[in-house]
């Protein structure tokens, strides 16, 4: 599994979003969303007072929210924010990311199962490589993977291979694993935060 999403640690997400809101704000032009352009302007793009009209709140909740403050964003003003600051489909997904709440607007859209494409895949590749749907179990897993992660090739399993539970459960893979210990603490971390952004799937609270 390839992890390209932010640091999982609270603080850090904050200033993460924190960041990733200024700049964006830096970057609109005034009068495309309605303001005059003129006037003595000491950064470029909006000012906060202006998004802050834009997104119905106060200049203070902003400027929090730009510092990284422990305040909490609401799904609703998080899809007025990506509006106001004109944020494309993937800059808008990383909003929410970054904020850790689920997104309205993606929330009809989201399947368990990748598309058939990313599942045939793997088999495309020499590295061991599989695919986890929203429980981490192993929907996708290519010969080297089978082999390396020793009982994902058995079709006689009662239950689909899950990467917790072959890290947690089935003793060998404290050999297999380097830093075993570190390695578990990471996954726990990467699946809670997994877990954070589908809490409204029931397929997430079941256990098996």
């Known amino acids: 599994m390839i992890n390209n999403s932010p640091s999982d640690h609270p603080a850090d997400l904050r200033h993460q979003l924190g960041e990733f809101i200024r700049l964006h704000r830096q970057r609109i032009a005034p009068e495309s ?7 003595r302007r000491r950064t470029p793009g909006l000012r906060r007072e202006e998004l802050a009209q834009l997104c119905r709140v106060s200049v203070t909740w902003i400027t929090w929210l ?37 997104d309205p607007e993606q929330s009809g859209k989201m399947t368990l199962h990748p598309p058939t494409p990313a599942l045939r895949s793997v088999e495309q590749m020499t590295c061991p490589a599989y695919v986890l749907d929203r429980r981490w ?45 570190m390695r578990c603490s990471r996954l726990v971390a990467e699946f809670r935060a997994d877990c954070g952004r589908h809490n409204d799937d029931p397929s997430v609270h079941d256990k098996k």
Do not use: C, H
């Open 33 to 39: 969303v309605g303001f005059a352009a003129g006037g």
């Open 66 to 102: 730009e510092q990284g403050r422990e305040i909490a964003a609401s799904a609703a003003m998080l899809a007025r924010l990506a509006q106001a600051l004109l944020l494309t489909t993937a800059e808008r997904a990383y909003l929410f990311e970054l904020a850790t709440r689920p």
């Open 137 to 181: 179990d192993v929907i996708a897993a290519n010969t080297q993977a089978k082999t390396l992660f020793l009982n994902w090739g058995d079709t006689s399993l009662a239950v689909a291979p899950n990467l917790l539970r072959f890290i947690f459960a089935y003793p060998p893979a404290k050999l297999l694993v380097d830093s075993w210990e």
